[in-house]
Nanobody
């Protein structure tokens, strides 16, 4: 069971990035998928989650209207499209999965990707 996160980088404020989280060893569509982020000196926080039926739950108000989560079952990959990025979005972003339900709590998730750095700066 493995999750591989990618797609991070340096982007200017107002720019966009698409993060990917590819799963191997299991079928992503059977799991609830969360994206988390951790900024330097801060706790890891849940950003949003995609449930098995495809319903998105947002845990950070500032992500509403800017971030979108989607899943490609054929590719066994989940994506986080981030638009209108702001300096406060700078963090390491992690994908994680669990079988039971979407949650903002990191402890609720069983499997984690390795994280990908997103830096928003001019």
């Amino acid at each position: 069971v493995q999750l591989q996160a990618s797609g991070g980088g340096l982007v200017q404020p107002g720019g966009s990035l698409r993060l990917s989280c590819a799963a191997t060893g299991f079928t992503l569509g059977y799991y609830h998928i969360g994206w988390f982020r951790q900024a330097p000196g801060k706790d890891r926080e849940g950003v949003l989650c995609l449930s098995v039926p495809g319903i998105s739950a947002y845990y950070v108000d500032s992500a509403k209207g800017r971030f979108t989560i989607s899943r490609d079952d054929a590719a066994n990959t989940v994506y986080l499209q981030m638009n209108d990025l702001k300096p406060e979005d700078t963090a390491v972003y992690y994908c994680a999965v669990q079988r039971y339900h979407c949650s903002r709590r990191a402890a609720a998730y069983n499997y984690w990707g390795q994280g990908t750095q997103v830096t928003v700066s001019s």
